[in-house]
């Protein structure tokens, strides 16, 4: 005749079982960590594939023993593993859809046409002036940053299109001018570009970085950078970007 006690304990893991599942749990963990320790091993989707699919199988452990799910009618198990199995599936698919797509924000016509690059340090009004008295030329008197102009005037150019009309600084790192995590930090491109590409130098690099992303990407980050930002840009524009991100040493 079974006790009350005897049954109990058998829908429970004994002390050996509840060990044995710790060690399990701990070895998928170091697993995980090697895989993305110092830097992933894989990237992109399968990355984000082979995690998600090793937290399903410790999430699944730990419901199926320590919330004794394993012990339950065989019913709520086949429910909870479906569950599981389509959020997965669902979590895949929303992976693949969005590492497939090259999703764009393009500003709209209007907005296009009439940007004006921002320096910082400009006095902008309620109309969009920037203190500038204009010249018969079209250009600006002192107070705007004037493409074709110095050095330093191209390179402040440059720096507001990184952090305006290039949408630059969303993604990217510079000290001091943005704190981007998506793409590679940039803070020492004009250097670091030069070796990121076998066989390219840091100006080749930055240009095609700009004008085809999808080129070359830097391992360990995804490829979500919009193709062909030069073409939002005037020639000015995309000659000062470059400089900038070249003087980032």
Same mark, same amino acid.
């Given at each position: 005749?079974?006790?009350?006690?005897?049954?109990?304990?058998?829908?429970?893991?004994?002390?050996?079982?509840?060990?044995?599942?710790?060690?399990?749990?701990?070895?998928?963990?170091?697993?995980?960590?090697?895989?993305?320790?110092?830097?992933?091993?894989?990237? #992109?989707?399968?990355?984000?594939?082979?995690?998600?699919?090793?937290?399903?199988?410790?999430?699944?452990?730990?419901?199926?023993?320590?919330?004794?799910?394993?012990?339950?009618?065989?019913?709520?198990?086949?429910?909870?593993?479906?569950?599981?199995?389509?959020?997965?599936?669902?979590?895949?698919?929303?992976?693949?859809?969005?590492?497939?797509?090259?999703?764009?924000?393009?500003?709209?016509?209007?907005?296009?046409?009439?940007?004006?690059?921002?320096?910082?340090?400009?006095?902008?009004?309620?109309?969009?002036?920037?203190?500038?008295?204009?010249?018969?030329?079209?250009?600006?008197?002192?107070?705007?940053?004037?493409?074709?102009?110095?050095?330093?005037?191209?390179?402040?150019?440059?720096?507001?299109?990184?952090?305006?009309?290039?949408?630059?600084?969303?993604?990217?790192?510079?000290? #001091?001018?943005?704190?981007?995590?998506?793409?590679?930090?940039?803070?020492?491109?004009?250097?670091? #570009?030069?070796?990121?590409?076998?066989?390219?130098?840091?100006?080749?690099?930055?240009?095609?970085?700009?004008?085809?992303?999808?080129?070359?990407?830097?391992?360990?980050?995804?490829?979500?950078?919009?193709?062909?930002?030069?073409?939002?840009?005037?020639?000015?524009?995309?000659?000062?970007?470059?400089?900038?991100?070249?003087?980032?040493?």
């Amino acid at each position: 005749m079974t006790t009350g006690h005897t049954a109990e304990h058998g829908r429970h893991p004994s002390f050996k079982q509840y060990v044995l599942i710790a060690i399990i749990l701990f070895l998928i963990t170091i697993v995980e960590f090697f895989i993305i320790f110092p830097k992933p091993h894989i990237t #992109g989707v399968p990355l984000a594939v082979t995690l998600i699919g090793l937290s399903a199988i410790k999430f699944g452990i730990v419901i199926m023993f320590y919330m004794h799910l394993k012990f339950d009618a065989k019913m709520f198990t086949w429910v909870f593993l479906g569950g599981l199995a389509l959020a997965f599936a669902v979590a895949v698919a929303l992976l693949g859809l969005f590492g497939a797509l090259e999703i764009q924000a393009q500003p709209r016509e209007f907005a296009q046409k009439h940007a004006v690059p921002y320096t910082h340090g400009e006095t902008v009004d309620d109309h969009g002036n920037d203190g500038g008295e204009p010249k018969p030329d079209g250009g600006k008197m002192d107070g705007g940053v004037m493409p074709g102009g110095g050095d330093d005037a191209k390179l402040a150019l440059g720096k507001s299109m990184f952090t305006s009309k290039g949408t630059c600084l969303a993604c990217h790192t510079i000290k #001091g001018v943005s704190n981007g995590s998506i793409g590679p930090d940039l803070t020492h491109i004009g250097v670091e #570009g030069g070796a990121r590409k076998p066989g390219m130098g840091a100006e080749a690099y930055i240009r095609e970085s700009i004008e085809n992303p999808n080129a070359f990407i830097t391992p360990g980050f995804p490829p979500v950078m919009p193709p062909n930002l030069k073409a939002n840009m005037t020639k000015d524009e995309y000659e000062a970007l470059v400089a900038f991100l070249l003087a980032q040493k």
